[in-house]
């Protein structure tokens, strides 16, 4: 994979670190940012991570997507999420699991329905996408009744009384089951 026209149009002065940067964005596929374990395996400061993040973002090629708090200040604490933009692209640049690979195509589909937040509790339980703070959607390749109980349970919270889960290989179908290849 060549980065070398994006660094050349950005004035990347490295552009191998920001290719490094790329490969270890996208083994982090659906997990939260840590700007600082970036910062150490890359061997770039941070602000330099930092602004090759945004460039990224700008550039179509990565998004991140926030956290929603009932408060606006852990909103500005907590981590965002990163996620590809092109599931090819981020399947060249390092080996993907197939989780990965499918959360990863329903945040490029839901992405187009509105605004999306994450949710997570400080014991780690998470909901994965919530859009527009009205919906509810937690990704699983082989869901189960009690993952969208969990995710129920965690909507409580948050008001949002409408909960689903998205499924690549679907044990059985029950109410609130939404097979993967149904999204628009």
């Not at 026209?5 to 790329?22: E, G, H, M, Q, Y």
């Not at 973002?57 to 929603?68: H, Q, R």
């Not at 409580?156 to 089951?177: A, C, Q, T």
Request: charged share 25%; aromatic share 10%.
């Amino acid at each position: 994979m060549q980065c070398f026209d994006l660094a050349w149009l950005a004035d990347v002065r490295n552009p191998t670190n920001l290719f490094k940067l790329i490969k270890l964005l996208s083994v982090r596929i659906g997990t939260k940012l840590d700007i600082s374990k970036l910062t150490s395996l890359t061997g770039m400061a941070r602000q330099t991570v930092e602004n090759h993040l945004d460039l990224l973002e700008k550039t179509y090629l990565i998004k991140t997507i926030p956290v929603l708090a009932n408060s606006p200040d852990r909103e500005i604490v907590k981590a965002k999420k990163v996620y590809f933009l092109d599931n090819g692209i981020a399947s060249l640049a390092a080996e993907l699991g197939s989780g990965s690979k499918f959360e990863n195509a329903v945040f490029n589909q839901l992405m187009h329905s509105g605004e999306i937040a994450y949710y997570q509790l400080k014991t780690g339980r998470e909901i994965d996408f919530i859009l527009d703070q009205k919906q509810c959607f937690e990704v699983k390749e082989t869901a189960t009744e009690a993952d969208l109980k969990n995710t129920e349970s965690l909507a409580r919270n948050l008001d949002i009384s409408e909960s689903y889960v998205i499924g690549r290989h679907p044990v059985r179908v029950f109410e609130g089951f939404i097979w993967g290849g149904f999204l628009q």
